[in-house]
């Protein structure tokens, strides 16, 4: 498998065994704990209710605050910290993994050993479930591709994801 670090910060592009581990994992997922910056994204692509209808969704209240709202098929947990440190306080007591676009909060679930995922792993998660068409996930990805700021590693990546979603 060619999937080595360059560092602790680096996005490594996965090979195709990487990637089929990753989809199988995306596959089985059934509920996480998200933060703000995916919602945000999950929001702005309109694809936020369709999301919480298909998993079990938790946020901290800290999470809900800084959002602004809590939406339909979200539950809420009080952990009473900082958003980042609820988020992941929150998936190491219950076990969940993290959906986040922060690289912060990305890096520190990396280094507690928490599964992480960002709004891409979500749709690809959801297209490798049926619970979006092809078509829809095009949608949200123009729109993320819009709207949202990742690096061209991320896309990269997500495009190596998405690629061996549309082989299998």
Wanted: charge should be positive; hydrophobic fraction near 40%; charged fraction near 20%.
């Amino acid at each position: 498998m060619n999937n080595r670090k360059i560092n602790s910060s680096s996005i490594t592009i996965p090979d195709v065994e990487t990637a089929e581990q990753i989809i199988s994992k995306l596959k089985g997922l059934s509920s996480f704990i998200i933060d703000t910056s995916s919602l945000i994204y999950m929001n702005g692509i309109s694809a936020l209710n369709k999301v919480a209808q298909a998993y079990r969704i938790k946020a901290p209240v800290s999470v809900i605050n800084e959002f602004g709202s809590c939406p339909e098929g979200i539950s809420t947990i009080d952990i009473n910290l900082s958003a980042d440190d609820d988020l992941l306080a929150c998936a190491g007591k219950l076990g969940l993994p993290v959906c986040s676009e922060d690289k912060r909060v990305l890096l520190h679930a990396r280094r507690s050993n928490i599964d992480y995922y960002n709004t891409i792993m979500i749709l690809v998660s959801m297209r490798t479930k049926n619970i979006i068409t092809k078509q829809e996930f095009g949608h949200y990805i123009t729109g993320l591709r819009s709207n949202a700021r990742y690096s061209e590693k991320v896309w990269d990546y997500a495009q190596k994801l998405i690629d061996t979603v549309n082989m299998v």
